[in-house]
């Protein structure tokens, strides 16, 4: 199973950005899967989840009203819609995937996207 992340780019305070992450492989709805966001020098932090049906979904605080995650089983896609972007927002950004767990604790996931840059310019 692989995940290929894109979406990333450079944006302005206030602007939107949509994230993909293509399950290849395996269909999305055999897996929970998450956003996860790293900046140098910082450790990784949660963004958001949903789990493999998704009628589960969970989000940082800190992006609360802001992101919306959502899957496509029949596109194999996960994306994570970002609204309202900040320039705090500023990092790479991964996907994850798992069989059995949709959450906040990078950890629990088997699987990683090779990342996509997103830049919030003030």
């Known amino acids: 199973v692989q995940l290929q992340a894109s979406g990333g780019g450079l944006v302005q305070a206030g602007d939107s950005l949509r994230l993909s992450c293509v399950v290849q492989?395996?269909?999305?709805?055999?897996?929970?899967m998450g956003w996860f966001r790293q900046t140098p020098g910082k450790e990784r932090e949660f963004v958001a989840a949903i789990s493999r049906s998704g009628g589960t979904i969970y989000y940082a605080d800190s992006v609360k009203g802001r992101f919306t995650i959502s899957k496509d089983n029949a596109k194999n896609t996960v994306y994570l819609q970002m609204n309202n972007l900040k320039p705090k927002d500023t990092a790479v950004y991964y996907c994850?995937?798992?069989?059995?767990?949709?959450?906040?604790?990078?950890?629990?996931?088997?699987?990683w996207g090779q990342g996509t840059q997103v830049t919030v310019s003030s």
């Open positions: 994850a995937g798992d069989v059995i767990y949709a959450g906040e604790f990078g950890e629990k996931y088997d699987y």
């Open positions: 492989g395996r269909t999305s709805g055999s897996y929970g």
